[in-house]
């Protein structure tokens, strides 16, 4: 069972950059679809960036442009590189993983992901 391991969140400044990583142990890496996700106080979690098991992403047009998101297959780590960071940033970070054919992004919905780790706080003070 996947289980993903969040860090590298923290504190920064408006235009500053942060680097997450996910550590994900216990799968086949070529089945599995990865996203990473944010969620703000009081609001819904929402999408950030899927990447398949070739590495090719999706972004939400939010974060399009500032946001790069990666794997290394080998480490069976996930990043996610954050720059230009803003307020609306703000939030827990999360990643998560789906079993899907051939490791495969469909959809950037919470609900389509089944492992979910903690989650790294993200907070961006202008």
């Known amino acids: 069972q996947v289980q993903p391991v969040e860090s590298g969140g923290g504190s920064v400044q408006a235009g500053g950059s942060l680097r997450l990583s996910c550590a994900a142990s216990?799968?086949?890496?070529?089945?599995?679809?990865f996203g990473w996700f944010r969620q703000a106080p009081g609001q819904e979690r929402e999408g950030v960036v899927s990447i398949d098991s070739d590495g090719v992403t999706i972004y939400a047009d939010s974060v399009a442009g500032r946001f790069t998101a990666s794997r290394d297959n080998a480490k069976n780590t996930l990043y996610l590189q954050l720059n230009s960071l803003k307020p609306e940033d703000n939030g827990m970070y999360y990643c998560?993983?789906?079993?899907?054919?051939?490791?495969?992004?469909?959809?950037?919905?919470?609900?389509?992901?089944?492992?979910w780790g903690q989650g790294t706080q993200v907070t961006v003070s202008s």
């Open positions: 216990g799968y086949t890496y070529s089945h599995y679809c």
């Open positions: 998560a993983g789906a079993l899907t054919s051939r490791g495969s992004c469909y959809t950037l919905f919470p609900w389509d992901y089944n492992y």
